[in-house]
């Protein structure tokens, strides 16, 4: 099943899913980060429902993108809630609709696990990102060498539906030499979750 397609059906009960206070917390956190960030043009890469929106600061400029319409719409109701200085727009984290080096720093929480090719969606972020930027990514990733069977084994059957539980983070980092890590700290399910921190040289 298309990603667009199964997102759609799971827009529903997709908050259900992945809110809660320990994600929430990862999420304050994550976001929190942004306050070294200056001009603040800042894209949030694969926002889905809008789960971040609550906890964005309101002294920047976000562009909110998603594959899924359905989960747009989802996350401008929220914005009505929260009021922040964000527009939507309909975009593929593989295929970014913008010019390069235009934001200064991209949030992607839960969703370079989540694209078929987590590779070319962090070559897109870094395109689109301003040289010195930040890229803030809050997601799950197993470590080079790490067995992780049933992860591996869950891959089979999510991946078409849901996420990926097999993405291996550094492999798909070393595809975008411009990025180096600043930060990676894990944070759930025993180092599964983790926050990273990337600057582009």
Not at 81 to 90: A, G, T, W
Request: some cysteine; overall charge positive.
């Amino acid at each position: 099943m298309a990603l667009k397609h199964s997102y759609t059906l799971l827009a529903p009960i997709y908050d259900g899913i992945v809110s809660g206070k320990a994600l929430d917390d990862c999420r304050i956190k994550s976001l929190a980060r942004l306050k070294k960030t200056k001009n603040k043009k800042i894209l949030i890469n694969g926002i889905g429902s809008g789960l971040d929106i609550p906890f964005l600061a309101p002294d920047a400029c976000y562009v909110g993108t998603d594959i899924t319409p359905a989960m747009l719409k989802r996350a401008e109701s929220r914005a009505t809630e929260h009021p922040v200085n964000i527009s939507f727009q309909v975009a593929d984290s593989q295929a970014l609709p913008f010019e390069a080096e235009t934001f200064d720093a991209v949030i992607m929480h839960l969703i370079l696990a989540v694209v078929p090719k987590p590779e070319i969606a962090l070559q897109e972020a870094c395109r689109v990102l301003k040289p010195g930027g930040k890229i803030y990514l809050f997601d799950k990733f197993i470590r080079p060498g790490q067995l992780a069977i049933t992860r591996r084994l869950m891959d089979v059957f999510l991946r078409h539906v849901a996420t990926r539980t097999n993405v291996v983070f550094e492999n798909v980092l070393k595809t975008c030499p411009q990025l180096h890590t600043i930060q990676d700290e894990p944070v759930l399910a025993k180092g599964w979750f983790r926050l990273i921190e990337l600057r582009k040289s």
